[in-house]
Nanobody
């Protein structure tokens, strides 16, 4: 089993930046990819970004060019750097991890999920 713990959510003004962190513990050798999804009130869960252990990254269309995903393999931590935030980015952000053969696998959700961290962007 793998446990994922997110941190870094909070309130930020439009145009601001925020950094989310997700640390994996437990059988972390079972995972080769970490990523983020988000869910806004009344909307379906949306793919945000993912990174594999080989460094490959992929982003959802709505965040491309604004968000950056990084991974520290030594600490099993993934970071989501969010820039130019706007009200549409307000959501609960969930860390996701598992085994991905290709980046496409990360878009459907992998095996392990965190409990989520709330990001609120004020206009």
């Amino acid at each position: 089993q793998v446990q994922l713990v997110e941190s870094g959510g909070g309130l930020v003004e439009t145009g601001g930046s925020l950094r989310l962190s997700c640390t994996a513990s437990g059988s972390s050798s079972d995972i080769n990819a970490m990523g983020w999804f988000r869910q806004a009130p009344g909307k379906q869960r949306e793919y945000v970004a993912a990174i594999r252990s080989n460094g490959d990254t992929h982003y959802g269309d709505s965040v491309t060019g604004r968000f950056i995903i990084l991974r520290d393999s030594a600490t099993n931590t993934a970071y989501l750097l969010m820039n130019s935030l706007n009200a549409e980015d307000t959501a609960v952000y969930y860390c996701n991890a598992g085994t991905a053969v290709t980046m496409l696998d990360t878009m459907y959700g992998m095996d392990y999920w965190g409990k989520g961290t709330l990001v609120t962007v004020s206009s």
